[in-house]
């Protein structure tokens, strides 16, 4: 599995995402009369586990790189991580926590467990983009579950997340 290259693509498909929805809400700032999209994405993993390590590691990476070949990039990413120490509860209360806080665009999800089917259904409910790093052993419907991406391991699942995109945003 290369954590590195999913999570390169996972900036990069959040950035571009993002950055070409209109500006629907108070997230942008200007610099030099230049509007600069403001992104705000939850990341919330196992801080402990060595999945969460590396996967925090290469997003932190993804960005750094992405915003050094990206210089004038008319977008800015924030990502905001919780650590839900492995336990159900605390994926979602701490999901709960990041939306209290911050006017997120996106939810990333670094488990692979029951979680992220919780996580589905509260984006589902609060009408917010949650993306799964690895394919939970059950496959949740899109029909069901209109905003979650799941991110395979195989070809056929990202062409599957891509088209998904594209369809929730017209």
């Not at 990333?108 to 259904?121: M, R, T, Y």
Request: charge should be negative; include cysteine; aromatic fraction near 8%.
């Amino acid at each position: 599995m290369d954590f590195v290259r999913k999570a390169k693509w996972i900036v990069f498909v959040v950035t571009t995402l993002f950055s070409l929805v209109q500006p629907l809400s108070a997230n942008h700032t200007s610099i030099n009369d230049t509007a600069i999209k403001m992104i705000h994405v939850g990341l919330i993993l196992d801080a402990q586990s060595w999945v969460g390590k590396i996967v925090n590691s290469c997003i932190s990476m993804a960005i750094s790189d992405f915003y050094s070949w990206n210089h004038h990039c008319q977008t800015k990413l924030f990502v905001h991580t919780k650590d839900s120490g492995g336990d159900l509860l605390l994926l979602l209360s701490q999901a709960l926590v990041l939306l209290d806080n911050f006017k997120l665009d996106a939810i990333i999800v670094a488990e692979n467990s029951a979680g992220v089917k919780i996580l589905a259904e509260l984006g589902s409910r609060v009408k917010i983009l949650i993306i799964s790093l690895f394919a939970a052993g059950l496959s949740l419907s899109s029909f069901e579950y209109p905003h979650l991406i799941q991110i395979g391991e195989d070809e056929s699942s990202r062409a599957k997340a891509i088209t998904a995109i594209v369809e929730a945003f017209s």
